[in-house]
């Protein structure tokens, strides 16, 4: 009879937990429109950063008519760099509100205005639906949504990939070895685990400077502590286990024992940690760009969108603070379902 793997056993519950199975699949696909998200934008320009100020915080659903004249010496882009960062638009855009066409000529009105002007030569008349509205800039607000999953994504990938290699490294190093190399170590964790994370996700960004990947590297130096602690502990409770030291009878050196056996049967809290700083991370990279020293304009952040608008929120178009914020909130709490999910599929116990 086949003994199914802890792994195997571990994916079945997480399958059979529909909540944390339905954070799962949420997360895939925010992960696969974020890398698609030039392609079903409507906006497929750099940053979705097409403005119209005449169409400045329409509200959602409204349509318009766009009058489209070819543009001169537009800048090529490849392929491939057009689907993943979106290239300039071939046509000029011009909002209207009525047009007429002649023989030779369409005549035609601005949105938001009664003037009529007269255009000769190619044109082509498109109708646009903004399903989220625009922002406060005539930008269509889905199309930066769809933007912003890519920042809070890519934060939390390399924020937690650096918490990952700091936390790991030194947790298994400080649990293995003990004695002066753990008093260091642990040391240095509570000095860092003292300081409050915004604060010092501040200070390294102003002292990294203002910036995108400046928000990476801050948030992924001050959540290394809790992945350090855990690490720690679960090898305390590993290392007098019969197969290390069956490694140590067998004169393995430390680090092989380390990185290939015990390392191995600790990854379960590790990847559960994980999810739970994707989490954080996300809130952090938002706080930081409402405060204005996170992502900076015009690149879409959703915390940038709320810090927009935010005033909108006692008017009649508080969605445009809205909408971002539920992103926030559905992306985060996905997070935390699949990481509680995650630590019941890897509890032993059960």
Same mark, same amino acid.
């Not at 999953?149 to 990938?157: L, Q």
């Not at 909408?323 to 699949?338: E, N, Q, Y």
């Given at each position: 009879?086949?003994?199914?793997?802890?792994?195997?056993?571990?994916?079945?519950?997480?399958?059979?937990?529909?909540?944390?199975?339905?954070?799962?699949?949420?997360?895939?696909?925010?992960?696969?429109?974020?890398?698609?998200?030039?392609?079903? /934008?409507?906006?497929?320009?750099?940053?979705?950063?097409?403005?119209?100020?005449?169409?400045?915080?329409?509200?959602?659903?409204?349509?318009?008519?766009?009058?489209?004249?070819?543009?001169?010496?537009?800048?090529?882009?490849?392929?491939?760099?057009?689907?993943?960062?979106?290239?300039?638009?071939?046509?000029?855009?011009?909002? +209207?509100?009525?047009?007429?066409?002649?023989?030779?000529?369409?005549?035609?009105?601005?949105?938001?205005?009664?003037?009529? $002007?007269?255009?000769?030569?190619?044109?082509?008349?498109? %109708?646009? &639906?903004?399903?989220?509205?625009?922002?406060?800039?005539?930008? %269509?607000?889905?199309?930066?949504?769809?933007?912003?999953?890519?920042?809070?994504? /890519?934060?939390?990938?390399?924020?937690?990939?650096?918490?990952?290699?700091?936390?790991?490294?030194?947790?298994?190093?400080?649990?293995?070895?003990? #004695?002066? &190399?753990?008093?260091?170590?642990?040391?240095?964790?509570?000095? +860092?685990?003292?300081?409050?994370?915004?604060?010092?996700?501040?200070?390294?960004?102003?002292?990294?400077?203002?910036?995108?990947?400046?928000?990476?590297?801050?948030?992924?130096?001050?959540?290394?502590?809790?992945?350090?602690?855990?690490?720690? *502990?679960?090898?305390?409770? +590993?290392?007098?286990?019969?197969?290390?030291?069956?490694?140590?009878?067998?004169?393995?050196?430390?680090?092989?024992?380390?990185?290939?056996?015990?390392?191995?049967?600790?990854?379960?809290?590790?990847?559960?940690?994980?999810?739970?700083?994707?989490?954080?991370?996300?809130?952090?990279?938002? *706080?930081?760009?409402?405060? #204005? +020293? *996170?992502? $900076?304009?015009?690149?879409?952040?959703?915390? *940038?969108?709320?810090?927009?608008?935010?005033?909108?929120?006692?008017?009649?178009?508080?969605?445009?603070?809205?909408?971002?914020?539920?992103?926030?909130?559905?992306?985060?709490?996905?997070?935390?379902?699949?990481?509680?999910?995650?630590?019941?599929?890897? %509890?032993?116990?059960?």
């Amino acid at each position: 009879m086949k003994t199914a793997s802890l792994n195997s056993l571990a994916w079945q519950k997480l399958k059979s937990n529909k909540m944390s199975f339905s954070a799962l699949l949420f997360v895939v696909g925010c992960l696969f429109v974020g890398i698609l998200a030039v392609p079903i /934008s409507p906006d497929k320009t750099p940053m979705a950063n097409q403005m119209h100020l005449e169409l400045t915080t329409l509200k959602p659903f409204t349509k318009v008519t766009f009058l489209e004249i070819p543009k001169e010496n537009v800048k090529e882009v490849s392929f491939f760099e057009g689907i993943l960062f979106g290239k300039p638009t071939e046509m000029k855009r011009i909002p +209207i509100s009525s047009f007429s066409e002649k023989e030779n000529s369409l005549s035609y009105s601005n949105y938001r205005s009664e003037m009529e $002007q007269n255009y000769i030569g190619a044109y082509k008349i498109t %109708d646009q &639906t903004f399903f989220f509205g625009t922002d406060r800039y005539g930008r %269509d607000m889905l199309s930066r949504i769809l933007f912003g999953i890519r920042i809070s994504f /890519s934060v939390g990938f390399i924020a937690v990939f650096i918490s990952l290699i700091i936390g790991i490294s030194l947790g298994l190093i400080a649990g293995y070895f003990r #004695g002066r &190399t753990d008093d260091i170590i642990m040391w240095l964790v509570n000095v +860092i685990w003292s300081i409050p994370t915004l604060l010092m996700v501040i200070a390294i960004t102003l002292a990294l400077g203002k910036g995108f990947w400046q928000v990476f590297v801050a948030v992924g130096l001050t959540m290394w502590v809790e992945v350090a602690r855990i690490v720690r *502990g679960q090898v305390l409770s +590993i290392r007098e286990s019969e197969y290390v030291e069956a490694g140590k009878a067998l004169a393995y050196k430390p680090f092989r024992i380390i990185f290939k056996h015990i390392l191995p049967n600790i990854i379960g809290p590790v990847i559960v940690i994980s999810a739970a700083n994707f989490a954080a991370a996300i809130l952090i990279e938002a *706080g930081l760009s409402f405060l #204005g +020293i *996170g992502a $900076q304009p015009p690149m879409p952040s959703w915390g *940038g969108m709320i810090k927009d608008h935010y005033a909108y929120i006692i008017m009649d178009k508080a969605y445009l603070a809205i909408i971002p914020g539920v992103a926030i909130m559905s992306l985060v709490l996905a997070f935390m379902l699949l990481g509680n999910g995650l630590r019941d599929a890897f %509890d032993v116990k059960e």
